[in-house]
């Protein structure tokens, strides 16, 4: 289709966002100290929140269960310290709403060393059996998204995976937190991708990394034996790169039907940290604690990648990298093309939040809006090839129902038009509005 | 806890914005039209300047009265009014009465885009519709045409410049026929060198298809403009009326004469890609851009006129909103081939 495809393997449409790495991309991670209160909200995953099980006052190990899954789709959670359970209620959240949540007192007096655990002999579990230490594991998707990782594996009768496909595009400008990850665990990353392609019956396990993380592709590929069914792709930099059916897109050359998942053309599809945490679970028996963290953006003082125990007030992620400094004006967790503004500073990092970025006025105050033009770059860069022109005239004029007809609802949010506009129309504003309209419409029947 | 903790702004993602601006689009037109505009004005002397600054003063100033009274200043800076005047004036011949100029200059922006709500709004290019109206309503000052000015006729101004307002004018003694007239009329074919460079009598702008060609490279590096429409119309021209040379090849004129005369150029590159009133998939691009080739070839040969691009642009322009309903892209994942 794209005469360009002879050139590079990629997708279609989409934008070339500033890469804006430089800033973090060669510093190693580090570990930040531990601090005296966590909080760990119930709902960190997409699906059911899950259900504490301890009381007030209770003492806690590090790694120590907290909370079980309340359904299938849902997930578990485990103390990221030793120390007390404080307290369990309704804290706000990074976006200001109140969510019900654990607060962990930390120990002074131990040592937060973790417990040695005990590797999982996974060779010999049943995929039934794997899927439910997953979900022992607390695992879920580290992309972004926290869709629970066992959901996933959970192949339906009649379907089959062939593939396994590692996400390491990173294709949100600034972040570095897998690429920090593959250049200093590519072993882990790999035991990990082993025992899921194991455990799946893929047949083989592709890594797609974007080009311009050299150094990433090399540790990966200094670390596949020859022989190992595993298949390392250097992908186009082009934003969403790392969106699920945009790789497999660019990959497989295939299109996941809408409203289809990527098992429905035999792929399943995970991020580079989701499968380090599987190793993590299976080789040292340590469940999903802690993640890797970009803190980055022209408002941070310095600039680092973090292990950061889940939990952590991002406060004290901003105070461990000097703070912010006077011209910040926004904070963002995730990046800066999907990410979501952060309300409070005491709000915590969640299992979901691949980066905290600060932001000043250059990048917070909008251009001055103009009419839309009908230029077409925004159709140019859809991914999904929606008429987001369209969608936005449509909910400016309140027709939501003709939103539907344009199929609104496989928009992504992705902000590839938002982007591209030379007129600074909101459109990917204007869609979530028509989006909620139709949603809330729909579960309140008139 | 030291920590600055500011007033946290909640502004959306994507935070990052591609460099391009609506105005600096604008702006960029404006810029590729400089060469363009200063051959028009060598070529035919002061008399083209004073046209060209008149329709860009009619179409300024209705902008600024007809905005709202927040929006004054800012709806001049967008420069929107600026092109139109501007590609107004190119469209004109250079001994136009002025008055003419300024009124096409108030009826482009007028009724060309006020009426329709403005920038972004408008069905049809704001520049032909002055044109248009300037056209029908004075049909023989529109189509007298001045020869290209010697070095001493510089700053002579045309009497017919300084007509009054519906006072009848006695035509140049001296004028002359556009290559297209000549070859529709006289059978007589300029030589393409000098529709190349721009020395022939015709529209003020319209001449130099080397400046015109220079200015769409332009814009088409800036990425202003959409590439598939003057590919797809020039592709069209030269195929449509190479074939019509297949079969007689003294009546029709030869590809590379169709390309370079006239307001073929102009139009295709200044005037079929304004955004507004072009489709906006890319296949709408397509059969817009072949639409406007067909149309032109058909009617300078079999039309009463010799030049057809302006309705040819201004009717596509029409079906427009036809084209965007029936080339919308097939959504990701919805194609019917399952591949
Ligand atoms: S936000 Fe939606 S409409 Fe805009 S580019 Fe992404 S998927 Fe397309
Ligand atoms: S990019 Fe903006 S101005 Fe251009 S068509 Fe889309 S919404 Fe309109």
């Keep these: 289709m794209n005469p360009l495809r002879l050139f590079h393997k990629s997708f279609d449409h989409g934008v070339h966002p500033a890469h804006l790495k430089e800033q973090t991309c060669d510093l190693p991670m580090q570990r930040v100290p531990f601090v005296k209160e966590y909080l760990m909200p119930l709902g960190q995953n997409l699906g059911a929140p899950s259900k504490s099980i301890v ?40 976006d200001g709403n109140f969510v019900p949540a654990i607060k962990i007192e930390a120990d002074i007096y131990a040592t937060q060393q973790s417990d040695a655990g ?9 995929i039934d059996e794997f899927i439910q230490e997953v979900q022992n594991a607390g695992i879920v998707g580290m992309g972004g998204a926290a869709f629970p990782t066992h959901v996933k594996f959970a192949i339906p009768e009649g379907k089959k995976i062939r593939y396994l496909l590692i996400n390491g595009a990173e294709c949100e400008p600034y972040l570095t937190n897998d690429h920090r990850l593959m250049i200093e665990r590519p072993e882990d990353l790999l035991m990990g991708a082993e025992i899921v392609r194991q455990k799946l ?37 082009k934003y969403p790169q790392g969106a699920e059916k945009m790789i497999i897109k660019t990959i497989f050359n295939r299109e996941v039907p809408a409203g289809q998942l990527p098992r429905d053309v035999e792929v399943n599809v995970n991020n580079v ?51 912010l400094t006077d011209a910040t004006q926004e904070v963002i967790m995730g990046g800066p093309m999907m990410g979501r503004p952060i309300a409070t500073l005491d709000s915590p990092i969640t299992k979901g939040s691949s980066g905290i970025l600060a932001f000043t006025a250059a990048e917070t105050s909008r251009r001055k809006e103009y009419p839309c033009i009908s230029c077409g770059r925004c159709v140019e860069a859809c991914p999904y090839f929606l008429n987001p022109a369209r969608l936005a005239r449509l909910s400016r004029a309140r027709l939501f129902d003709e939103m539907v007809n344009y199929n609104v609802m496989d928009c992504v949010e992705c902000g ?28 309140t029947p008139a | 806890m030291n920590a600055k903790d500011p007033e946290l702004l909640l502004e959306h993602a994507p935070l990052l914005q591609q460099g391009m601006s609506t105005p600096q689009a604008m702006r960029d037109v404006i810029y590729s039209l400089v060469p363009v505009t200063l051959a028009g004005i060598w070529f035919f002397g002061l008399s083209a300047l004073l046209v060209l600054v008149v329709s860009i003063l009619g179409a300024m100033l209705t902008e600024w009265v007809f905005s709202s009274a927040e929006n004054k200043t800012e709806s001049l800076w967008d420069a929107s009014a600026l092109v139109t005047g501007l590609l107004l004036g190119l469209t004109l011949p250079p001994g136009l009465p002025l008055w003419m100029a300024f009124l096409g200059g108030v009826v482009a922006i007028g009724f060309g885009k006020i009426i329709w709500g403005g920038l972004g709004n408008n069905l049809f290019n704001p520049a032909l519709v002055g044109r248009a109206f300037l056209l029908a309503t004075f049909p023989i000052a529109m189509t007298t045409w001045n020869p290209v000015s010697d070095v001493d006729g510089f700053f002579m101004v045309h009497a017919t410049n300084l007509a009054l307002p519906f006072m009848h004018v006695e035509p140049d003694a001296m004028t002359s026929a556009t290559p297209l007239g000549l070859f529709k009329f006289e059978q007589e074919a300029t030589p393409i060198i000098n529709l190349f460079l721009g020395n022939t009598s015709g529209s003020l702008g319209e001449t130099s298809g080397l400046l015109l060609l220079l200015g769409g490279l332009y814009l088409w590096w800036r990425r202003d ?5 003057p590919a797809s119309i020039l592709l069209t021209v030269v195929v449509f009326s190479g074939i019509l040379g297949l079969f007689d090849a003294e009546r029709f004129p030869t590809p590379l004469f169709s390309l370079f005369s006239g307001g073929l150029l102009l139009g295709t590159i200044y005037m079929a890609t304004d955004p507004v009133t072009s ?6 691009a397509w059969i817009f851009g072949c639409g406007i080739g067909c149309l032109v070839v058909l009617i300078r040969v079999w039309g009463g006129l010799p030049e057809g691009v302006m309705y040819a642009i201004l009717l596509m322009n029409a079906a427009t909103p036809l084209i965007n309903r029936y080339t919308q892209p097939t959504v990701f994942g919805r194609g019917k081939e399952r591949s």
Excluded: M
């Design chain 2, 225 to 229: 403009l959409d590439w598939r429409i």
């Design chain 2, 279 to 284: 489709p906006i998939t890319p296949k709408g």
């Design chain 1, 416 to 443: 590839c038009c938002t982007f591209a506009c030379p007129s600074a129309i909101p459109i990917v504003q204007l869609i979530r509005t028509g989006k909620d309209d139709l949603r809330t419409r729909k579960e």
């Design chain 1, 118 to 126: 005990n590797p999982i002999e996974w060779q010999s579990l049943s």
């Design chain 1, 201 to 237: 019956g893929a047949e083989e396990t592709v890594i797609g990394v974007e080009k311009n993380k050299p150094e990433a592709i090399a540790a990966l590929r200094q670390h596949i034996k020859p022989g190992d069914p595993v298949r390392l792709v250097p992908l186009h930099v």
């Design chain 1, 55 to 94: 009381q007030i006052g209770q003492r806690v190990r590090k790694g120590e269960l907290i909370a079980e899954a309340a359904a299938f789709v849902s997930t578990t959670l485990h103390s990221p310290v030793t120390g007390t359970i404080k307290e369990i209620g309704d804290f706000r959240n990074f």
């Design chain 1, 273 to 323: 940290s989701t499968v380090v945490a599987i190793a993590d679970y299976f080789e040292r028996g340590r469940p999903l604690i802690e993640r890797i963290v970009t803190v980055s953006g022209p408002g941070i003082t310095y600039p680092a990648n973090l292990i950061v125990p889940l939990g952590t007030p991002v406060r004290e992620l901003l105070r461990f990298c000097g703070g």
